[in-house]
């Protein structure tokens, strides 16, 4: 499955943009609404840990809660609001 299909698949609405993009650090699943956006690292322990399929859920359903609460933030100076698979 993509991951487009698995966005849609954990609620996220057609008008928010998923991307995926591997780092050092591990990989990051990202979501842009417009000037708005908030992604979250997977790193190689936790995805090892968990699965790569369920690691990407676990990202996608903690962006759908940020968008469904006070929407996502504003890109910052130092990029898009980030958080680790670790702190949700």
Aim: hydrophobic share 40%.
């Amino acid at each position: 499955m993509n991951l487009t299909e698995m966005a849609q698949r954990e609620g996220l609405p057609d008008s928010v943009t998923v991307e995926r993009e591997d780092t050092e650090a591990g990989f990051l699943i990202r979501a842009v609404q417009g000037e708005r956006g908030a992604e979250v690292l997977i790193t190689p322990s936790a995805c090892k840990m968990y699965g790569e399929g369920p690691s990407i859920n676990v990202a996608l359903d903690r962006l759908r809660q940020l968008l469904k609460g006070a929407g996502l933030p504003p890109r910052g100076e130092a990029g898009w609001h980030r958080e680790e698979l670790a702190d949700i």
